[in-house]
Structure formats: C-alpha cells, structure tokens
C-alpha cells in the first residue's frame, strides 16, 4: 500500500500541474497549442508511472491485474476531464487538419508541443524514479536501462496491431465527438482501457504517438526508425483510414467523395421524411 500511497501522491502532483499550466495559458489565445503540452505531460507522465505498477507491481507488490487495469482506465478518465479538448494525441491533431479544422502552423506547432511534453514527462518520471520512495520504485530505477520493450511481435505484426486498434478508436472517436462529455469521457477511456489490455502483448496499443515515443522509445530491442515505423506510421496509417471510411473521403485531400454517393444519402434523408409524415 506504501507504494501505491506514493503513486497517488505522484498523479496527483502530475495533474495539478497540467491543470495549472492549462488555467495560465487559456489567457493568451496565442498559445494555446501548448495546451497540448499540459495534455501530453500529464498523460505521459501519469502512463509511465501505470507501466511501472503493471511491470512491477504486479509481481513485486502483490497487485492483480484488476487493480492495474482499474488505476490505467482511472488515469485515462482522469486525462480526459481535465484536459478537455486538448488530447495529447498527434493523431487527433492530425485528423482535424486533415478535416479542414486546422491550419498548417497551430497543427505543427500542437505536435511539437506533444511531442515536448512527452519528453520532459520521461524526464520528471526518470527523476521521480532516482528517488527510489518505494521498493517498487527502487527496482524500475534499476530497470531502466533494461527497460523492457512494449513492441513483443515482428515490425509487421506491430504495425498492423497498431493500426488496427487506432482505426477502432478513431471511428469510435468520430462517432462521439458531437455527444456529451459525459458520455463521451468515459466510453473513450473505457474503449482505451481495454484495447491496451488485449494488445499488451503485442503492442500495448498506445496509438499515440508521442505518448509511444515516451513509454517505449528509449528501450532497447529495436531502432528508432523500427519503432516510428511501427508506432507512428501504424497510427496515421490506422487514423487515415477510420476518416476514409467514416467521410468516404479526405477532406483536406480529395474533395470528392470517393466511397459514399449523394444519391445514396439523398435516399436516406426522403425515406426518413416519409416516415415522420406517417407519424
């Protein structure tokens, strides 16, 4: 319980300060991409702390599955509310470029700002780690430059995984986008729980990828360009594909719709019109 007490105390550190980073930076408009450095912190951050209870907690503390599952859809609920629009997720930026929501610049300077707060996460998680509070944390420090890998299958076995998995979740994202926060939140944090449970010994199906370049990166067992080809192509591979299919087309791409005809949904919309006269 010692070391889970010093895990509360580390999440709760984490999440003040994204939510004070978060409370500053709403004041000037200008900055606002580095809102999703507060959102790409906090969820680095808090994750790396969840892989250090599941690697090690589960057989150097006594902890069950239940419980590390339980504390990661926490974590994932806990980052959804907190940080609203902001998702940390290059992939979610990516996406609302490619939807004509976003132009060229705040899209790339959102994603240096993710990718920035994934790094210094590592950092403070490195340092936090160095301090060795627990006997938990005491091993991971020890493991660190062992750490073990998340990618456990072949660079085509990885890359089909992850695309897989963000394709769920992007058509999934898609479909809630325009429902109620309370709904939305937690279906997406439990839709996030479960696909990094079933994938955790493939890929952990993270499907973000600074929130992979932070949790796996720096572990030895592959190069950097195997795990961006893996963790980042597989990603924008799998979001390309949800939009494709949800749209029928790439708005920023092809203005035609290239799997969905007007007719078809002209149809639609007069036999809804006929039904609610009948009503």
């Not at 890998?149 to 072949?154: E, F, G, K």
């Not at 749209?247 to 036999?271: A, C, D, E, W």
């Amino acid at each position: 319980m010692s070391g889970l007490n010093a895990s509360l105390g580390y999440f709760v550190s984490v999440v003040l300060f994204a939510a004070l980073v978060r409370t500053l930076l709403k004041k000037w408009s200008r900055l606002s991409f580095m809102l999703e450095f507060a959102s790409s912190f906090m969820l680095v951050a808090c994750l790396l702390e969840v892989q250090t209870i599941v690697e090690v907690g589960e057989w150097a503390g006594g902890l069950g599955p239940d419980v590390t599952l339980t504390i990661l859809f926490v974590a994932l609920l806990t980052h959804g509310v907190i940080c609203g629009d902001a998702s940390g997720n290059p992939t979610l930026v990516v996406l609302k470029f490619l939807q004509l929501e976003a132009t060229t610049l705040p899209t790339l300077f959102a994603v240096a700002a993710q990718f920035l707060g994934a790094h210094v996460a590592l950092l403070v998680a490195i340092y936090y780690w160095s301090l060795e509070l627990t006997d938990m944390h005491m091993i991971k420090n020890l493991m660190m430059r062992e750490c073990s890998t998340s990618l456990r299958v072949s660079l085509l076995e990885g890359f089909f995984t992850e695309c897989v998995c963000t394709l769920i979740f992007h058509l999934v994202h898609l479909n809630l986008r325009r429902r109620s926060v309370l709904i939305r939140v937690p279906l997406i944090a439990v839709l996030l729980t479960f696909l990094s449970h079933i994938a955790r010994g493939f890929t952990s199906a993270y499907m973000n990828p600074s929130l992979s370049y932070g949790l796996t990166f720096q572990c030895p067992g592959f190069t950097f360009t195997e795990y961006a080809a893996v963790y980042w192509l597989g990603s924008l591979t799998g979001m390309f594909l949800a939009l494709l299919l949800y749209m029928g087309h790439i708005p920023r791409i092809f203005s035609k719709n290239l799997l969905y005809s007007q007719k078809t949904r002209m149809r639609v919309q007069k036999g809804d019109k006929g039904e609610k006269k009948k009503m």
